[in-house]
């Protein structure tokens, strides 16, 4: 029947999309078409979510035996170990990229250099300590639902530069070619529709943090993909893989801002 097949491929591009976001020891699909890459896009704030709650688990695990601040380092040494750091790399490369040059050419230059520079080390490091600080600062339940929020909807924001900037470097040669394109409106509603459902049950079973902070937590994380987004546009044209790791580790840590900050 028509509506099987269809959930075997949208079970399908989900498992694409936890295969290019995690390390995790998946198995591996038959005939594989370049395209659905790009079409697993919509999976990848549920993706998110989903990193989220294993991180979350594992900051609720250590809290019970040691302080809040082992907790927040060994929970964001979790995630770095589930992604690979994946977005941690794009944010340092686009540190250095972006801080290095005045250029667009020299700046995509050096974002293709796998060795680490100043500008991608105090980055780096200044979003680690960022991200341990904010998270210690919480209480163990609003924690869990900042990781689940910050690491769901911090994909969401890196999807929304898909949709409003070209690809600025070359096609030919990027990490991901397959996502080097532009998004449609109705693919980023679609994303955004898959997370809700988890997001309101996270709600629903979890302390509710109150609507100031998330209202603030939301504003923020809308402000940082903006400001990624007129960045990136300004300084390189458009986005790049590891301009959309950077936008995710900043509306993450944008994410923790706003519900610490009440």
């Not at 294993?54 to 589930?82: D, E, H, K, M, R």
């Amino acid at each position: 029947m028509k509506w099987i097949a269809r959930l075997r491929h949208e079970a399908r591009l989900l498992l694409v999309a936890l295969q290019f976001l995690t390390r995790l020891p998946l198995p591996k699909l038959k005939a594989f078409q370049p395209e659905w890459l790009e079409l697993s896009a919509r999976y990848f704030p549920l993706t998110g979510f989903l990193i989220g709650l294993a991180t979350a688990a594992v900051f609720a695990a250590l809290s019970f035996i040691f302080n809040p601040w082992v907790a927040a380092i060994g929970s964001t040494l979790f995630s770095i170990l589930l992604t690979g750091a994946f977005h941690e790399d794009g944010l340092a490369d686009t540190c250095d990229g972006l801080g290095g040059s005045f250029t667009r050419e020299g700046a995509l230059q050096i974002m293709k250099d796998s060795r680490l520079g100043t500008y991608g080390t105090l980055g780096l490091v200044m979003a680690l300590a960022l991200k341990v600080a904010l998270l210690a600062s919480l209480p163990l339940e609003t924690a869990v639902v900042a990781l689940l929020l910050g690491h769901s909807v911090s994909r969401l924001g890196s999807l929304l530069l898909l949709l409003l900037l070209d690809y600025a470097g070359d096609p030919e040669h990027a990490k991901a070619k397959p996502l080097a394109t532009r998004l449609n409106q109705l693919q980023l509603i679609y994303a955004s529709a898959l997370l809700l459902p988890p997001l309101l049950l996270t709600f629903i079973l979890l302390p509710f943090p109150g609507w100031k902070p998330l209202a603030l937590s939301g504003l923020l994380m809308l402000l940082a993909s903006l400001y990624m987004a007129r960045l990136l546009k300004r300084k390189l044209g458009g986005h790049t893989g590891d301009g959309l790791g950077a936008t995710q580790q900043l509306t993450e840590i944008a994410c923790y801002l706003g519900i610490a900050a009440l």
